[in-house]
């Protein structure tokens, strides 16, 4: 059974920066990609970023240049390291992998930018 967990999560301030990590158990995590979506208060779920099974990665405009994601096969987990924070960036953040058109989600840590 797939299990995802999402850590690192907290409050910064504007321009701070926040590592989330996403440790994977239950499948065969180096075959699959990894993607970060988030949720902001009353709004839709939204995709963030993506890294294939070969570290090919891919991101939406507003965090490009801000975010990078990254993964350990060695470990399980994939990293979403977010710099320069901005207001907007609050949401909780999901990690999620998709397997024969199926999607699995973690719980979801929340990042709150604020001053």
């Known amino acids: 059974q797939v299990h995802l967990v999402e850590s690192g999560g907290g409050l910064v301030q504007p321009g701070g920066s926040l590592r989330l990590s996403c440790t994977a158990s239950?499948?065969?995590?180096?075959?699959?990609?990894m993607s970060w979506y988030r949720q902001a208060p009353g709004k839709l779920r939204q995709f963030v970023a993506r890294?294939?099974?070969?570290?090919?990665?891919y991101y939406i405009d507003a965090v490009k240049g801000r975010f990078t994601i990254s993964r350990d096969n060695a470990e399980n987990t994939v990293y979403l390291q977010m710099n320069s924070l901005k207001p907007e960036d609050t949401a909780v953040y999901y990690c999620?992998?998709?397997?024969?058109?199926?999607?699995?989600w973690g719980q979801g840590t929340q990042v709150t930018v604020s001053s």
């Open positions: 890294i294939t099974n070969d570290h090919s990665t």
């Open positions: 999620n992998v998709v397997q024969d058109g199926v999607g699995s």
């Open positions: 239950g499948f065969t995590f180096r075959l699959y990609s």
